[in-house]
């Protein structure tokens, strides 16, 4: 199976479970419901990803030069190659696997084989940290077992985190000058377009927070 179909349907998975919850127990779908348990869906799967960063960063400064020297020779992305290539059954939980989405995104952004870098560290924090409190609150958003004002700060106190440190990291990456080392074309599609998600999608998420708290219901959700 691709990388990318299993990735897919593992965020699917996550976000139709949720929803699926959630239709149960209140019979209909809010949009702004929806976009948050896509997201918070996503995060499952990257938060799993980053987790790898850690337990195998010797792995990872060793594997981009792989990933360099196949760039070299066929002159095809490293990201898209590995989104392309198949994971077999046996490694789907293995984090030796995963940790090479980490040693192809190196190609990008060099940080990911530095150990002092922000980013890599801020993936680390992300990986280790946020999926226990993720669960929590896209359990709370979904059946509200949580009175909303509760839902609502730990909404804000994560939301806030991935907008902040998702908007630093950009910072990081341009003062460090690593756009220069990749074309425009790169910086776009690798570097700009994911983490757009984890700021875009997250202010919303401080929106319905904020409405949580101030509104002392669920009302924002349609429920």
Known sequence: MPVILFA?????????LGTGIHYYEYGSLNLVYCLL??????NLLISGWEACLFFRRDYIESRSEYWRSRQRETGRAPGAEFLASKVPLRSMLSPT???????????????????????????IGNGLFTPIP?????????????????????????????????SLYWVSFLIAGRQHRIS???????VLSPNVVWVLFPILGLYVSARLIIDGNYGVLGY
Request: hydrophobic share 55%; charged share 10%.
């Open 97 to 123: 696997f995963w940790a090479d989405v980490w040693a192809a995104y190196s190609i990008y952004d060099s940080s990911y084989t530095d150990r002092r870098t922000f980013g890599f560290n801020a993936d």
């Open 8 to 16: 897919t349907l593992v965020v699917a998975g996550f976000t139709f």
């Open 37 to 42: 348990a896509l997201f918070l869906s996503i």
């Open 134 to 166: 993720t669960l929590l609150l896209y359990a709370a958003l979904t059946v509200g077992f949580m009175p909303a004002a509760y839902t609502g700060i730990l909404g804000i106190a994560l939301f806030w985190q991935w907008t902040y440190v998702s």
């Open 184 to 190: 425009k074309r790169e910086v776009y599609i690798y």
